[in-house]
């Protein structure tokens, strides 16, 4: 029968393993700040950089960034969703927009879909692969159809929203992460602008990929859907 530790040596065990645990720790760390600004290349296939950043709970990560040059940013938006079918809801989508001049990356980033009920995420999709100049990425999703509900374009890494939608009524709260995040800008899109379930359609920007960071400017109902291409309105 093996014979039972005293209490201090596990005392000095467990001190000693934690402070092995907190070097190597600390030695990670230091690893990933000494490669920081290295050039790289992401899962995608674009041309990046070392990124080293901490997250909320303070543990230090890092990830290859996608540089882009200066003169072919990307701008990524939400760009029209269809969250409401005639009859039984099924074939729902969210579509993203790149209206920049270069390819965005998409490595990092996830549809969150809130419920307005009480602000919390109950989806979330996340994004892969890169997103071409004037390219439409289409996201295969049932949304919910309550008043209201939103979607938030989010990047995990820095965990911030880069693009939202709140609506049938507006999301100024909504809890993605470790923060609370609105879902709504400038003007909340009026409560009776929305998609249908008695007219085939989709909610969409209009013109096609405009974002003034205003959602009553930006966002407008139309009887044809266009997932993949340009919007009708």
């Known amino acids: 029968m093996k014979a039972a530790v005293p209490r201090r040596s596990r005392r000095v065990v467990a001190l000693a393993v934690a402070f092995f645990a907190l070097a190597a720790g600390a030695a990670g760390a230091q690893r990933q ?86 602000g919390g995420e109950y989806l979330r999709k996340r994004l892969r692969g890169a997103l071409g100049a004037g390219d439409y990425r289409v996201v295969l999703v049932d949304a919910q159809n309550g008043s209201p509900d939103g979607v938030a374009l989010y990047d995990t890494r820095y965990e911030g929203v880069i693009d939202a939608l709140s609506y049938e009524g507006a999301i100024e709260r909504a809890d993605i992460g470790a923060f609370s995040h609105p879902l709504v800008e400038g003007t909340a899109l009026p409560a009776d602008v929305a998609d249908s379930n008695t007219v085939p359609g989709s909610l969409g920007r209009s013109p096609n990929g405009s974002d003034t960071d205003d959602s009553a400017t930006d966002w407008a109902f139309s009887t044809t859907a266009t997932p993949g291409r340009a919007n009708a309105s």
């Open 33 to 118: 700040s000494d490669n920081a600004g290295s050039p790289c290349t992401t899962a995608s296939g674009l041309p990046g950089t070392i990124v080293v950043w901490p997250d909320s709970n303070g543990v230090v990560k890092s990830w290859c960034q996608y540089a882009p040059p200066s003169e072919a940013l990307p701008v990524l938006v939400l760009n029209e969703i269809d969250y409401d079918q005639v009859g039984a809801d099924a074939g729902g989508f969210v579509e993203l927009y790149n209206a920049g001049l270069g390819p965005a990356d998409l490595e990092g980033l996830a549809l969150v879909f809130v419920d307005g009920a009480n």
